[in-house]
């Protein structure tokens, strides 16, 4: 029998285990690959896929989980190091209730049927600066949003704000934003209301709906860069 017959046969077994509930999938994660390769964007595919499972996501969406290619290339990747940004990756199909739970994050907005769902309907990555503090500062949501979508960049929603700081904690051991606000354009809240977000002194994540015309000297935003691939789409 070949080598490739042989893993097709094992690949299959565990699966079929899998779904008999006999192991877990986090059962086989003393298994994986460590060390990947920081710009091998199949490294950078399989490090975000063992994260995922290592946080028990097929525990909270109760179906099995799957991450498609990583978009970038090498050679974006290692410009992104040098700019300091970081590759966030925001699953498909994942509500903004399941990654509260994954990442256990809570607010009210998680259940607020006035907050418009940004589900993602295909795996979203993209860049973005890996900075404690945000951007923009004193500008209005209104503005940054228009101006984004010029641009050709990506909006963050609180489905891609929840990544993003689940990351961040992740890299650096600190929460983001921590004292500030971020506007949140992708969504609305109650039709015209634009979401903010941040950390309050306590450590506390606090989101309000606000007009996007509004703006402070505490309140900014944060942006993901597409793929070159995807960037004239």
């Given at each position: 029998m070949s080598k490739l017959k042989t893993k097709e046969k094992i690949i299959s077994l565990i699966n079929d285990m899998i779904?008999?509930?006999?192991?877990?999938?986090?059962?086989?994660?003393?298994?994986?690959?460590?060390?990947?390769?920081?710009?091998?964007?199949?490294?950078?595919?399989?490090?975000?896929y063992n994260w995922y499972m290592s946080l028990g996501?097929?525990?909270?969406?109760?179906?099995?989980?799957?991450?498609?290619?990583c978009p970038f290339s090498e050679t974006e990747l290692k410009l992104a190091e040098k700019q300091n940004q970081i590759v966030i990756c925001v699953p498909k199909g994942l509500t903004r209730i399941e990654l509260g739970k994954l990442f256990r994050l809570e607010s009210w907005v998680l259940n607020d049927p006035l907050v418009t769902p940004v589900t993602e309907n295909e795996d979203c990555w993209f860049l973005t600066p890996k900075s404690s503090t945000p951007e923009f500062l004193g500008e209005k949501g209104i503005d940054?949003?228009?101006?984004?979508?010029?641009?050709?960049?990506?909006?963050?929603?609180?489905?891609?704000?929840?990544?993003?700081?689940?990351?961040?904690?992740?890299?650096?051991?600190?929460?983001?934003?921590?004292?500030?606000?971020?506007?949140?354009?992708?969504?609305?809240?109650?039709?015209?209301?634009?979401?903010?977000?941040?950390?309050?002194?306590?450590?506390r994540l606090s989101i309000h709906g606000w007009m996007p015309q509004f703006s402070a000297s505490f309140l900014g935003a944060r942006y993901g860069i597409k793929p070159k691939s995807e960037q004239n789409v």
């Open positions: 779904e008999n509930r006999v192991i877990t999938s986090s059962d086989l994660q003393r298994f994986a690959v460590t060390g990947t390769n920081t710009f091998d964007p199949e490294g950078v595919r399989l490090s975000y996501i097929e525990q909270v969406i109760q179906r099995r989980f799957e991450l498609g290619e940054l949003e228009q101006r984004f979508d010029r641009e050709n960049k990506i909006n963050f929603s609180i489905e891609r704000y929840m990544v993003f700081i689940a990351r961040m904690r992740f890299l650096t051991g600190e929460l983001p934003d921590q004292q500030y606000w971020i506007w949140l354009p992708s969504g609305r809240y109650d039709r015209s209301g634009m979401l903010m977000a941040g950390f309050d002194r306590y450590g």
